[in-house]
C-alpha cells in the first residue's frame, strides 16, 4: 500500500457534519430522530444521499426494495465491490447515530478516497439498506433478508404497517420502487459500522469493538392462566396467582441467562395483566421472552431451561403457562479473515480495541450468510441506544470511520 | 313480633328474578358483569333500580356523591331509618352477586313487607354506595367513607379515573350528582348482606356467616425505576431491570403474607410496564399493593416486613423504588349486639351459620366507624368473586335475604 494510504485520514469534521445535517430529517424536539422507514422524512435523508453518491462520482442504483447502492469504480471491474454501510432508517424515538453512522462513514471513505486521489483493485459498493429497525414494517432487516433469499421481494412488497400501508405502496409513494432485482447487485464482501448500542467499550475504555459474532435470538410469546379472584378474601395457599406465576419465571428466566453467561442474556420485556384491579388476584398475564446467545450450544440449553422452569412453575402453581417459539435466528459467525482485517486496521491505527459480539441483530448478520462480512463498532454513552438520549463522540465516530476504510482498503487493495 | 312478621319469608324467586334481570346491564360474553361506577351501564342500573324503590312506595333521595337512599316510612318518624343495602357497581370483569344481592335483597325486603302489609316501628332506608369497587376511581367504598368523614365530598369529587374524567363529571354526566348532602341522611343503625367472597361457608356447610369482625387494608402505589436499554446487547450483570425487580417484590410480598398467615392476605394485582417493547429491558413500573388482616398487630407487622423488603431488593437491584401508602383502614369489630341479632335470625331461621371475619371491605365497615353495623354472608362457589365465574344459589340467596330480613325486623320492630 502506498504511504498516501497507508496515512489516510477520514475528515473527522465533515463526516460530524453530515450526521448532524442530516439529523434534521425527522429530527425531534429532545434531540433524536424520528425517521421511520420510507416516510417522507426518510425520503428527505435518501434524496441527500443519492445526490451526496453522485456528487462523490459514484453510480447510484436502487433494488426493488428500495435499497440504495453508490458504486465507486476500482481498476478491476471484474469483480464483484467491496459493500460497506448501514442503514438510514430509525427506530420512533431513535437516535443520530444508530445506522446513520454506518452509512455516512462509507460516503465519508468515498469522499476522502477521491480527495487523496486513491483508485481501489476491486470496485466499491456503499450501502443504504431499507428498513433495518422494522419498527414501521415487520421484519427488521427486511431489506437484507431478502437479498441473502430468506424471503421473496413479492412477500416483503406485502408486508403492511398499522396503517395497513404495503411496502409497494409506501416505496411508490416515496419514489424509491427500484429497477434494480433484490440480490442482483453482487459482493465480494461486506463492512459494516456501527455503534455499539451496548455499554462493553465504553466501561473497558476500547474505542473498537472487532465484531466477531452476532448473538442467535430467540423469541417466545407466553400466556399464564391462574384465576383472577378477590385479593381480600382468598387465602394465600389457595391462590393461582398469575402475576406470582410471571415473577418466578421472570426471575428464572435471570438466574438462566446467568448460569449460561456470559454468553447468554433474557429478558421479559411485555408483560400485560388481562383486567387488572387492585383487589384483584392477577388471572391471566400475557408476556414475551427474548433469549440471545452468540452460542448455539448456549440457546438450546437457554431454551430447555426455561422449559424446563416454566413447566416446573406452573406445575407448582397450579396455573396454565403456554410458551410459544415465534422467532429463532441463529448466531453469526462473521468471517474470521474479515474479522481479521477490521483487527489489524485497528491495530495499525493505534486505537484501543476488544474482539466483542454483537448484541443486535445487523443487516451484516444477515449478509454474512452468503458472503464474507464482518462489523466495527464504536462506543455509545450508558450504551443507550434505540433513545433519544443515543450519544457518540466525534473522535469515536472518526475512529470508527478510519478502521471501516482501512479495512475495506485492505480488502479492496490499493491500485495507485 | 305477629305471627305474620314471624314466618315471614322474602319472595326467592323474585329476588332471583331481579338479581338476573339487572345482570343485563353490563353483562359479559362470559356471563359476567362489567358494571364500572358512575359508567353508562351504572346509569342503567340507578335508573331501574330508582324505579323499582319509587314503585315500592319509597321516598328516593340521592346525595352529592351518587350514593342513593330509599326510605320506608315507620310510625316512629322521630327515629333515624335501619340502614340496609349495599351496591350495584360491579369490577371490570366482575359477577352477578358482589353488592348487587344485599342491594336486590333490601329491595326484595321492602316488596315482602309492603306485601304482608307489615309497618315497623322505626323507618328503614335501602341504600345503593357509590363506588365500592374502587376499580375505576380510588379509593374503594369512597362514598361510605366520605359519609362517615374519612374524606370530604370535595376531595372525592375531585378524584379521577385513567381517562382523568373526575368523579364530579362522571356523576354530572349520568345525572347522579344528587341535592343532599353527603352524611344528611342518618341511621339508627346500618345491615348489609354480601357474599362471603371467600371459601370457608362453602367449605364447612354453612348456609349464613355471621360476620363478627372486617380485615384491616393496607393499599400501597409503586414506581420502580430502573433503566431501560436494549435486549440483546446489555450484559446481565450491567442490567437495571424494573421488571425483575418488581418480580422479587411480589414473591416476597407472598411469602411475607404467609408468614404472617393465616390472619394475613398481600397482592399485587396492577402492574404496567412504561414503554414496553419485546427487545427492551423494562425501565419503569408503577404497581399497586393490597394487604389485609384482621388483626392490628399484624398489620403493622405487614407493613415493616414489606418497607424492608423492598428497600433491600431496591438497594441490591440499584434501581428506585418508591412505595407510598396511599390508604390504611383499621381492622373492623362490628357491633357486638348487632353480630347477635344476626345469629339470632340465623338460629330463629334454622339455617347452619358461623361467626366469620370479612376478608373484603365493605361499606358496612365503614359505617360502623360512627353507628352500630352488621353484616351477614351467605356462600359463594368456590369462593370466587371479582370475577365472571362468580356465583351462588338462589336458595343462599334467599337464607340471606331472610336473615337480613329478620335481623332488621328485630332492629326496626314491628309495629303492626
Avoid at 465533515?14 to 421511520?36: E, Q
Avoid at 431489506?143 to 398499522?162: E, H, K, N, P, Q
Avoid at 443486535?360 to 433519544?388: R, Y
Avoid at 450519544?391 to 480488502?411: E, K, P, R, W
Wanted: glycine share 10%; hydrophobic share 40%; with cysteine.
Amino acid at each position: 500500500m502506498s504511504r498516501a494510504a497507508t496515512n489516510l485520514q477520514i475528515d473527522s469534521a465533515r463526516l460530524w457534519g453530515t450526521i448532524h445535517d442530516t439529523a434534521k430529517f425527522g429530527a425531534t424536539p429532545k434531540g433524536g430522530v424520528r425517521r421511520l422507514t420510507l416516510s417522507a422524512e426518510d425520503k428527505q435523508v435518501r434524496d441527500w444521499f443519492r445526490k451526496a453518491c453522485e456528487d462523490a462520482g459514484l453510480e447510484v442504483q436502487v433494488d426493488a426494495l428500495g435499497s440504495m447502492f453508490g458504486l465507486r469504480k476500482g481498476r478491476d471491474m471484474s469483480k464483484p465491490p467491496i459493500g460497506v454501510g448501514s442503514h438510514l432508517d430509525t427506530q420512533p424515538t431513535g437516535g443520530k447515530y444508530d445506522g446513520v453512522l454506518g452509512t455516512l462513514a462509507a460516503l465519508e471513505m468515498v469522499r476522502t478516497l477521491n480527495d487523496a486521489g486513491i483508485e481501489t483493485e476491486l470496485p466499491i459498493c456503499i450501502c443504504n439498506w431499507t428498513n433495518e429497525e422494522g419498527s414501521r414494517f415487520a421484519p427488521a432487516m427486511m431489506a437484507s433478508a431478502a437479498y441473502v433469499g430468506d424471503f421473496t421481494t413479492d412477500d416483503i412488497l406485502s408486508r403492511r404497517d398499522a396503517e395497513g400501508i404495503t411496502v409497494a405502496q409506501a416505496l411508490d409513494t416515496i419514489g424509491y420502487r427500484g429497477d434494480a432485482p433484490v440480490g442482483r447487485q453482487k459482493f465480494t464482501s461486506f463492512v459494516e459500522l456501527h455503534i455499539e448500542q451496548g455499554p462493553i467499550l465504553e466501561a473497558e475504555n476500547k474505542t473498537i469493538g472487532v465484531v466477531d459474532s452476532g448473538q442467535g435470538v430467540l423469541w417466545y410469546d407466553g400466556k399464564i392462566t391462574g384465576f383472577e379472584s378477590h385479593a381480600g378474601s382468598t387465602p394465600m395457599p389457595l391462590r393461582r396467582d398469575a402475576l406470582a406465576t410471571l415473577s418466578e419465571i421472570v426471575l428464572a428466566m435471570e438466574s438462566i441467562a446467568k448460569k449460561h453467561g456470559p454468553k447468554a442474556v433474557g429478558t421479559i420485556g411485555e408483560a400485560v395483566i388481562a383486567a387488572p384491579s387492585r383487589n384483584v388476584i392477577p388471572g391471566e398475564i400475557a408476556f414475551t421472552v427474548d433469549c440471545r446467545s452468540a452460542d448455539a450450544a448456549i440457546m438450546d440449553a437457554l431454551d430447555r431451561d426455561l422449559r424446563a422452569a416454566v413447566a416446573e412453575i406452573a406445575t407448582r402453581r397450579k396455573v396454565d403457562v403456554q410458551l410459544d417459539l415465534v422467532w429463532r435466528k441463529a448466531p453469526t459467525h462473521f468471517d474470521p479473515k474479515l474479522v481479521d482485517a477490521v483487527e489489524n486496521a485497528a491495530t495499525q491505527l493505534g486505537y484501543p480495541h476488544r474482539r466483542i459480539t454483537s448484541g443486535a441483530g445487523h443487516d451484516a448478520c444477515n449478509l454474512n450468510t452468503v458472503m464474507p462480512a464482518a462489523m466495527v463498532f464504536v462506543p455509545c454513552k450508558d450504551g443507550i441506544s434505540h433513545n433519544e438520549l443515543e450519544d457518540a463522540t466525534q473522535s469515536d465516530c472518526a475512529a470508527g470511520a478510519n478502521v471501516l476504510m482501512h479495512t475495506v482498503l485492505a480488502l479492496a487493495g490499493v491500485a495507485s
